[in-house]
């Protein structure tokens, strides 16, 4: 009996090792799966901690920005309260009122004046800006172009700023902060026919001038396509205002004077100026010179018809002119009751070339449609050497795919 109860303890004593050795097994589990747990759960908040942190960070620069901006604001309405009295705008209306004509950049702080005093929407300070955008010669007075067309933005118009006009807020910051940098810019905008800043250097400043696959002046050969297109200069008399814009002599239109009809849609003339020699070339020559009209449709699109001048008679209204140059670069020469009529410059046969192009100068902006006459207007040899910049052309660019039409 007692060999059997023998057996049965030492029976019961193994099955409870057993099963301590089981326990303490499941134990032992259960805690490395919560240590496990619990390095996941360690890992998660590190990562929520580096969001928060990051968070924190734009935060505080949310918040730098927007002390930056409150007193900015600040300051544009002390400038505003200086100007809300209209005393100012009354002496720069008085001055200008004596001036024929006013310059892009005139117009441009005319209007900036006005709607400091008369707010934003004020009508006159919108039609400042879009006469001065109507003058502005787009490569020299780029200054005077950006702020017209920020400023219609402002005066909530529908404009699209051009791509040199927009900065970006660090950029700007650096210009604000550096005086370097400003002159950086500065200098971003001058450009020459010549040397450091002459055309094979206009695309380290002004991108589409190296890289548009549309760019002009072309030269003109090869076999013609047809095109229907046509054309109707409608050119009438206009009050003389000339300009030595540092890169030609250009003659501003009046506004509603003078259109260029094409295909039945009229195209308002806004400038014409000169280059010499003539930019666009037949069959690898060049004119003495060419004489671009400037037009633009109330859509805003481009087109260009170009003259050739070569020496022959003397031209009366290029004497005209050359007779009433500026003095001084720059300057608007307006002489009283002078009147002009650019028709008089147009051959009698106006058979033309066409082809899509470009400005010829900085920015070299593409969408522009040239309509060059195959029959050029006389100049004479003293008209030629008193036009006061020997070369003033861009070389011819390439073709890229494109063709060039005629009319007939």
Not at 12 to 27: D, G, H, Q, R, T
Not at 40 to 52: G, I, N, Q, R
Not at 107 to 120: A, C, I, Y
Not at 375 to 402: C, H, M, Y
Request: net charge negative.
């Amino acid at each position: 009996m007692k060999k059997y109860l023998r057996i049965a303890l030492e029976v019961l004593l193994v099955l409870l090792l057993a099963a301590s050795i089981a326990f303490a097994y499941m134990n032992f589990s259960g805690k490395k799966h919560l240590a496990s747990d619990m390095e996941e759960v360690s890992a998660e908040l590190d990562e929520t901690k580096d969001t928060l942190d990051k968070t924190k960070e734009q935060l505080d620069d949310a918040q730098a920005k927007l002390e930056e901006v409150e007193a900015s604001a600040k300051q544009f309405e002390i400038v505003k309260q200086a100007f809300s009295n209209g005393v100012v705008l009354q002496d720069m209306e008085a001055v200008y009122k004596a001036q024929k004509s006013l310059s892009a950049e005139r117009l441009v702080g005319l209007g900036t004046v006005r709607q400091l005093t008369k707010g934003f929407e004020d009508s006159s300070a919108v039609e400042a800006f879009q006469k001065s955008l109507e003058i502005a010669e787009l490569g020299a007075r780029m200054q005077a172009v950006c702020s017209a067309q920020s400023a219609l933005l402002s005066a909530g118009k529908k404009v699209t700023l051009m791509a040199e006009c927009l900065v970006k807020p660090n950029e700007k910051k650096a210009q604000d902060d550096d005086e370097k940098s400003k002159e950086s810019a500065a200098k971003k905008v001058h450009w020459t026919y010549e040397g450091e800043e002459g055309p094979e250097h206009w695309g380290e400043n002004y991108p589409t001038c190296a890289n548009g696959k549309k760019q002009s002046p072309l030269n003109i050969t090869g076999e013609m396509g047809k095109t229907r297109d046509t054309i109707s200069p409608g050119y009438k008399e206009t009050p003389l205002k000339i300009i030595n814009n540092g890169h030609t002599i250009q003659v501003n239109v009046e506004a509603g004077t003078s259109v260029l009809t094409v295909n039945k849609e009229p195209y308002d003339l806004l400038q014409f100026h000169f280059h010499r020699p003539g930019e666009e070339q037949f069959n690898g020559k060049s004119p003495a010179m060419v004489v671009h009209f400037v037009h633009k449709s109330k859509a805003g699109k481009l087109v260009v018809l170009g003259v050739p001048l070569n020496e022959g008679k003397e031209n009366p209204l290029i004497k005209t002119l050359w007779a009433n140059l500026p003095a001084k670069e720059g300057e608007e020469s307006a002489p009283e009751k002078m009147i002009i009529n650019p028709a008089t410059l147009l051959p009698s046969d106006l058979s033309f070339y066409t082809y899509e192009g470009s400005l010829t100068t900085p920015p070299c902006t593409e969408g522009v449609n040239f309509y060059i006459l195959k029959t050029s207007s006389d100049i004479s040899k003293g008209q030629l050497n008193k036009f006061p910049f020997k070369v003033n052309a861009r070389p011819v660019q390439e073709l890229n795919g494109r063709k060039i039409l005629s009319n007939n």
